[in-house]
């Protein structure tokens, strides 16, 4: 999504009058040039406001992708609390079995019960065995106390993840506010072009070009990349979707995510890190199923399939499909 997705005439299929009007928006956020059609300032806006809505989104991405990890990690942390409480209450129990035992023996000083035994012997005995179920409570004790410190760290530590996953929930529902707000900003400057005009950007930006472009003959530089080509191709057509990662919608670094799940490969929610989930190459070495990074924020990401094509979701009312490479400023390439 974004204006750069419209400033190749080569990634539309329209009439020489609608491409015109297209050409005039420059590159990213550009400004519109002097003498430009009446409303191509609009559509730049439009433009600039997708561009916008994508980058909230990975934003978006990003912090609903950690505050699922942050979710496992309280429950996981929870669970160790509870172990951790359940064995410190069976220490208590052993404890205070073995004072209580140690008190019905006679808890008189040592000495005295020496002087008052009939067998000093047998008491000598005793007395050994006594100390080395003293020091066998004293390493009990010691191990509830280290035991007690670890269940107030990890308690704290909990604490402190219910904190992050707060402050990650708020910025969820900050950056899908903000998604709403620039499509909404976007879809009324589209409302408020003349019916032509609009009919003409809308039929620019769901068409993309028809039929299957030449891809040639270059292979993917892997089977895993070769698998997230072929489910990349299935997603043809499937409509953009901010924040959905598939089967019936995608954002771009969505698409990529699934398509790589396909075969059997994790890669990260967002395009940002995406970028670097493998090793980065010249883009004069891509092949079939690298990722194709756009922008300097890295808020944009593609599939290449070759002859300097890739496969992408471009932004809302588009639907999944294929673009020249250099639709917009290419920041980098990676080969997952």
């Not at 219910?162 to 708020?170: A, D, F």
Request: charged fraction near 25%; include cysteine; proline fraction near 5%.
């Amino acid at each position: 999504m974004g204006s750069q997705h419209r400033l190749a005439p080569t990634g539309f299929d329209r009439g020489a009058s609608v491409a015109a009007g297209f050409l005039s928006v420059v590159a990213a956020l550009g400004a519109v040039p002097a003498g430009a059609a009446p409303y191509d300032d609009t559509r730049a806006k439009v433009d600039r406001l997708y561009a916008q809505a994508e980058k909230a989104t990975e934003a978006y991405n990003e912090a609903d992708e950690r505050a699922d990890e942050l979710r496992a990690e309280v429950g996981t942390a929870r669970d160790r609390i509870a172990r951790q409480q359940q064995r410190i209450n069976s220490m208590r129990d052993s404890l205070g079995s073995l004072a209580g035992a140690q008190y019905r023996s006679g808890g008189i000083d040592p000495s005295l019960a020496l002087l008052f035994s009939e067998d000093p012997d047998d008491y000598l005995d005793k007395a050994s065995r006594l100390d080395r179920v003293t020091a066998h409570q004293a390493g009990e004790l010691k191990e509830l106390q280290d035991a007690m410190r670890e269940l107030a760290q990890d308690r704290e530590e909990a604490a402190g993840k219910l904190r992050e996953l707060e402050r990650s929930r708020k910025a969820v529902a900050a950056h899908k506010k903000t998604v709403e707000q620039k499509l909404a900003a976007a879809r009324r400057l589209l409302d408020s072009l003349p019916d032509d005009e609009r009919d003409a950007y809308d039929r620019a930006s769901r068409s993309g070009r028809t039929g299957m472009p030449d891809l040639g003959s270059a292979t993917a530089a892997s089977g895993r990349g070769a698998a997230a080509v072929a489910a990349a191709r299935s997603a043809l057509g499937k409509p953009y979707v901010w924040g959905a990662n598939g089967p019936t919608g995608f954002d771009c670094s969505g698409l990529m995510q699934w398509s790589y799940a396909q075969a059997g490969v994790a890669l990260p929610r967002t395009s940002q890190a995406q970028r670097y989930a493998g090793r980065q190459i010249p883009l004069s070495e891509a092949r079939p199923g690298d990722l194709v990074v756009y922008r300097g924020d890295a808020s944009h990401v593609g599939m290449y399939m070759g002859n300097g094509q890739v496969i992408h979701a471009p932004y809302p009312g588009a639907p999944v499909r294929y673009d020249p490479v250099g639709m917009m400023p290419v920041s980098s390439v990676t080969r997952v």
